[in-house]
Structures are given as structure tokens and as C-alpha cells.
Nanobody, 116 residues
Framework: QVQLVESGGGLVQPGGSLRLSCAASGFTFSSYSMSWYRQAPGKERELVASITSTGGTTNYADSAKGRFTISRDNAKNTVYLQMNSLKPGDTAVYYC?????????WGQGTQVTVSS
């Protein structure tokens, strides 16, 4: 079965960096686009970034442009989100997601807290 396991979250000071990882299994990872979403307390889940199956095309939410970078290693079945210049407004649970045969699959999420 499809499994997505996020890691790399934590507490970081404003201006700091984190790299999130999402390890995938149970499907042909290299054939599917992947996305990172986040959900802050009291807010709806929002798309942060996405990457196509080969990694050739990436897209970012306006809030992430210039600060976050999505990448993937198809040999390791892993997608990453490098987050730089973090702000308190980036505090959220971050989820990776894929869509396979019209069904969305989500990881359990990893908490990112940006605070001094």
C-alpha cells in the first residue's frame, strides 16, 4: 500500500532553515508528481510546492517562492522541501501528498515551528 512518511520538522528561529523529507513506498515513485502542503492552526490546508515525476517542473505558492525549494531523488523514493529564511507565519504541520489513480495519499505530517 502507498505510504508517505515525513521527517525533518522541528523548532527553528526566524531566519533559520529546515529540510523536510518524505519517504515514499508502495508505488512507482518515479512515475508520479509529488506535492508539499501545510496546515496552520485554524487554517485550511494549502499547497506549498509541487514537482513533476522527473523533477523537471516545479511550482510554488507565492508565500514559498524564493525561500523554499522542492526536489526529489527518484533513486531514493524521496521528495524534499528545503526551507530557508523561515518566518513565524511558516509555522504549520507540513504534509507530502501524491495522487494515484484519482486518489490522494497523504503522509502523517511533520510539525514545523518558527519561533524565537
Amino acid at each position: 500500500q502507498v505510504q508517505l512518511v515525513e521527517s525533518g520538522g522541528g523548532l527553528v528561529q526566524p531566519g533559520g532553515s529546515l529540510r523536510l523529507s518524505c519517504a515514499a513506498s508502495g508505488f512507482t515513485f518515479s512515475s508520479y508528481s509529488m506535492s508539499w502542503y501545510r496546515q496552520a492552526p485554524g487554517k485550511e490546508r494549502e499547497l506549498v510546492a509541487s514537482i513533476t515525476s522527473t523533477g523537471g517542473t516545479t511550482n510554488y505558492a507565492d508565500s514559498a517562492k524564493g525561500r523554499f525549494t522542492i526536489s526529489r531523488d527518484n533513486a531514493k523514493n524521496t521528495v524534499y522541501l528545503q526551507m530557508n529564511s523561515l518566518k513565524p507565519g511558516d509555522t504549520a504541520v507540513y504534509y507530502c501528498k501524491t495522487r494515484r489513480w484519482g486518489v490522494d495519499y497523504w503522509g502523517q505530517g511533520t510539525q514545523v515551528t518558527v519561533s524565537s
